[in-house]
């Protein structure tokens, strides 16, 4: 019998919900939608990169058609087209007005886009239905596990077991709550499967945090049942379709006002799932930015009376045995050939049916997942304290207003702040290596790649994984060799603060082998490794170099 | 030109040697006060004193001091211009009087060796991990992170006595590039901006090996022609470990590059280029140390450079030799004979 631990619960730390910073955001939804675009309306106007208002809009157009016939989504609204056709019709017009009338006219047109993008990028998020989702998501979860789990049908009203049996959260929880009570957090999680903004969700509401906003991409809203939940969990919509600067300047100015108005906040930085199964090295910067901005504007609005609000950046590292997605994300990857192009969403997540069986399977075997909440930051990357003061290297306080003056003063500074961006964005991504719990089952997939990759020096990648099926089976003794000197390096870097272990990795090795051999990507139809007699037998290269980046960065590579 | 201050602000520079104190008096032409922070508190009332630092004569504007936390604390922007050996010793003084609001340009011209050497052996080599540019000390050590640094062929001496010169301030932030441009620039001292920061710093770091080198060719009286030879065949090994550390080739053609190269590899004013003729007349690199007045950064590079290059794979004659020089290995004839025999490639792939 399972031994009756003390569980940890979290209550919530703004209990009236009316107080929410996102309820009163939803509140005057029309409002906040005519500021973004007054905003950006404003931004867009002073920065032209060397093209005229006019050509701007026609070059929107123009990629707007083309996506439209190119890459049409179910989620996209009846009326795109008549839209489009009105705003080029009316450009086409105004070419032969006088120059002011068809600036005039120009202008219009933008702030109508503006307005439409900001429209459809605003979240609808609802207090009664978020309350009815999250109760839903952890009603709904745990008696399922507790079905599957403890002995029958019966038992699904036992209390026994709880979501936080199977997800475990480790780092720094405490945190994050103080911090939610002293400004604004955004956090920013690692993105591996699209499971993620339901995990994440279920996350902010077992902390005790108020609802967070989120930029979701827009392809999830195809599936209903997603749309359903992540409306009611505060997502807002992000087309990656759509990289115009029209767009993206509105969106920026969406999360930044939000930011602003003290709405938590939660970006996946890597912008897209991690298609090769690394930890993300290279983040989206634009979103990103906002946060810097939105600090600095704070800065600048502050009084005597009212001091600015600070925004604190809390990475989340989360890590499963298993991505549900991963054969569709690795042969992507694969293929991929440089450019992000526009592609098909063809993966695991395409039907509703689909991902109810992976709910079940994730419920009924044991398959853990952790989630380590890490420590909080300032915009610069500073470590902040309890109090959500921001600490230097060596421990002193400092004001982050600082980074902002230049001879006594604040100034604006694009150039600057962009270069805090990549300060920023390589500070989280130190700190997603920090936090990565090395499982049981991501060493084993690394040993055992690596050491194909040793008996075949000769081949490339792509020949790699295309050795045949008589060429990919392993010594144990010797996987087992390598296994052990791979963990101890682990180890070594664990104790240096530059890797999470998972306790499991602990154990014998043998025991510890032949978990992580079994719960490496155990639901795919192909299992990428198992252990026949004295051999470990690679059935699937390709998922099992996906589970093997998952290792890389951390200087592995020498000790095998 | 109309000098215009930019700041009402006193300027810092850190470091009262040769340098420091000519950026100390292009400083002072522009702006109303600049401090001169000296180590000991007997030298800087003697250069008060005398109004000479290291045998320069001080512009009126600039007064010396010795206290860190009057230069930290008065001033916005600070030039530190000290030996590559006290540097991160120095930032860690002044570090607590610093704020993410100063911008510090340093001048210094070295690594930083961040490690234990005990623990670099053959199992654990010497990597670009364990070796900063003062940059990357300054990041380290304290909160700032509007830094830049000052690189070019200046000749403090030539400085000093007003002859016309350039220099590169290279920073990731075009807001240090812009405020070191206005705190220095005037008619005879021409201010060039790049945003390669690394590079620029590697540049000036590396040109010390060559420097020395054309010392030694100097210092045997082997003529021009093969000097050129030598500089020529110095810049190729700069660019190849340049790259290695995380340089782009562009950085080497900059003035900060083979600006700097040519004004050290021929003339006797450079630290670096003496020590070679000494070395070349037969004194040994401890006797040339103990009688020079000021650090010269090259030595030090040569040893840490010969492990890089061991570490990275890149082939670096020249270093090599001069590191067996050193080391007394070799002797400076041998050295020459050695490197005419060695079948250099010149290729440099700049992308």
């Not at chain 1, 700190?431 to 499982?439: A, G, Q, S």
């Amino acid at each position: 019998m399972r031994k009756q631990k003390e569980k940890v619960r979290y209550s919530e730390i703004i209990p009236r919900t009316k107080q929410w910073p996102i309820v009163q955001l939803s509140k005057d939804r029309k409002a906040f939608i005519e500021e973004v675009s007054k905003e950006s309306f404003e931004n867009l106007k002073k920065i032209t990169r060397g093209r005229s208002l006019r050509e701007e809009l026609e070059m929107t157009v123009y990629r707007e058609k083309l996506r439209m016939k190119a890459n049409p989504w179910r989620v996209d609204p009846k009326d795109e087209k008549p839209f489009w056709n009105s705003i080029q019709d009316r450009l086409v017009e105004s070419a032969n007005l006088p120059a002011a009338d068809g600036k005039a006219v120009e202008e219009k047109l933008l702030y109508e886009i503006i307005h439409r993008y900001a429209e459809e990028i605003a979240g609808n998020f609802k207090k009664n239905s978020y309350r009815f989702a999250r109760a839903f998501i952890t009603f709904g979860f745990a008696r399922l596990l507790n079905a599957t789990r403890v002995k029958g049908f019966t038992s699904m009203f036992s209390k026994q077991l709880d979501l936080d049996d199977k997800i475990h959260i480790v780092g720094e929880p405490e945190h994050i709550r103080a911090l939610a009570k002293k400004g604004t957090v955004v956090m920013v999680p690692t993105h591996f499967s699209n499971l993620d903004s339901i995990l994440i969700g279920w996350v902010i509401q077992f902390l005790g945090l108020p609802a967070f906003i989120y930029g979701a991409g827009l392809n999830l809203f195809n599936l209903k049942i997603f749309a359903y939940f992540m409306n009611s969990l505060g997502a807002y919509k992000v087309d990656r379709r759509k990289k115009n600067p029209v767009y993206l300047e509105t969106l920026k100015t969406y999360s930044s006002m939000a930011l602003r108005r003290g709405c938590h906040s939660l970006f996946f930085p890597g912008g897209t799932r991690s298609r090769s199964g690394q930890i993300e090295k290279g983040l989206k910067l634009g979103l990103l930015s906002t946060t810097i901005e939105a600090q600095r504007i704070m800065y600048q609005q502050e009084s005597e009376e009212q001091k600015a609000r600070k925004i604190f950046i809390v990475p989340v590292v989360i890590n499963y045995n298993f991505t549900l997605e991963a054969p569709a994300l690795i042969n992507e990857h694969l293929k991929r050939t440089g450019q992000e192009r526009y592609y098909k969403e063809a993966d695991e997540f395409t039907t509703s049916y689909k991902i109810a069986t992976f709910l079940f399977k994730f419920f009924t075997k044991g398959s853990n997942i952790s989630v380590t909440v890490g420590k909080g930051m300032d915009i610069l990357g500073n470590y902040v304290d309890m109090e959500g003061n921001s600490l230097d290297s060596t421990g002193s306080i400092i004001n982050p207003k600082d980074y902002f003056i230049s001879q006594g003063e604040i100034n604006v500074d694009h150039q600057r702040e962009q270069e805090y961006v990549r300060i920023l964005a390589k500070r989280i991504v130190d700190e997603f290596h920090k936090y990565n719990r090395v499982f049981a089952s991501h060493l084993a997939a690394y040993t055992a790649f690596k050491m194909m990759e040793r008996k075949n020096p000769k081949l490339d990648l792509y020949n790699l994984l295309r050795l045949p099926d008589e060429d990919t089976t392993i010594d144990y003794e010797e996987f087992k060799k390598a296994w052990k000197k791979l963990r101890k390096r682990i180890l070594k870097l664990e104790s240096k603060g530059k890797v999470g272990v998972a306790g499991h990795l602990k154990v014998k090795a043998n025991e510890a082998i032949e978990q992580g051999v079994a719960n490496l990507g155990m639901y795919h139809a192909q299992r990428p490794l198992v252990k026949k007699g004295e051999k470990i037998i690679i059935q699937d290269m390709n998922t099992l170099y996906y589970y093997h980046n998952r290792m890389e960065g951390y200087g592995l590579e020498k000790h095998i | 030109m109309v000098s215009k201050s930019t700041s009402n602000k006193p300027i810092g520079v850190i470091g009262a040697g040769s340098f420091g104190t000519a950026v100390a008096n292009i400083l002072a032409e522009k702006n109303q006060q600049v401090w001169l922070y000296a180590r000991t508190p007997g030298k800087a009332e003697a250069i008060n004193e005398s109004r000479t630092s290291n045998g320069y004569p001080i512009h009126e504007h600039v007064t010396a001091t010795h206290d860190l936390e009057q230069v930290g604390r008065s001033c916005d922007v600070i030039f530190p211009v000290v030996p590559s050996a006290n540097f991160r010793e120095l930032m860690k003084d002044l570090s607590p009087y610093l704020k993410p609001y100063h911008i510090l340009i340093h001048g210094t011209k070295g690594f930083d060796l961040n490690v234990n050497r005990n623990k670099i052996d053959d199992q654990n080599p010497l990597t670009r991990e364990h070796v900063r540019t003062m940059s990357e000390v300054i990041k380290e050590e304290s909160s700032v992170v509007r830094v830049g640094c000052l690189a070019g062929p200046n000749l403090a001496r030539e400085i000093s006595e007003k002859k016309p010169a350039a220099t590169v301030v290279a920073s990731h932030f075009d807001e240090v590039i812009r405020v070191g441009q206005n705190l220095l620039r005037n008619d005879r001292f021409l201010i060039y901006g790049s945003n390669d920061l690394i590079g620029i710093e590697l540049c000036g770091i590396l040109k010390n090996i060559i420097a020395v080198g054309a010392g030694t060719i100097a210092g045997l009286g082997l003529g021009e022609n093969a000097k050129a030879l030598f500089i020529s065949r110095g810049l190729v090994e700069m660019v190849q470990i340049g790259k290695a550390l995380g340089g782009n080739a562009q950085a080497f053609l900059s003035l900060a590059g083979v600006g700097d190269l040519m004004a050290t590899s021929y003339s006797n004013l450079s630290r670096n280029f003496t020590v070679g003729t000494r070395l070349a007349k037969g004194e040994s690199i401890d006797d040339i140390i103990s009688t020079m007045e000021e650090v010269a950064e090259g030595v030090k590079t040569i040893k840490i450079i010969n492990e890089l290059a061991q570490t990275y794979s890149v082939r670096c004659p020249i270093t090599e030799t001069l590191n067996r020089i050193i080391h007394k290995e070799m002797t400076v004839d041998d050295a020459h004979r050695y490197l005419m025999k060695f079948p250099f490639r010149a290729e440099i792939d700049f992308d």
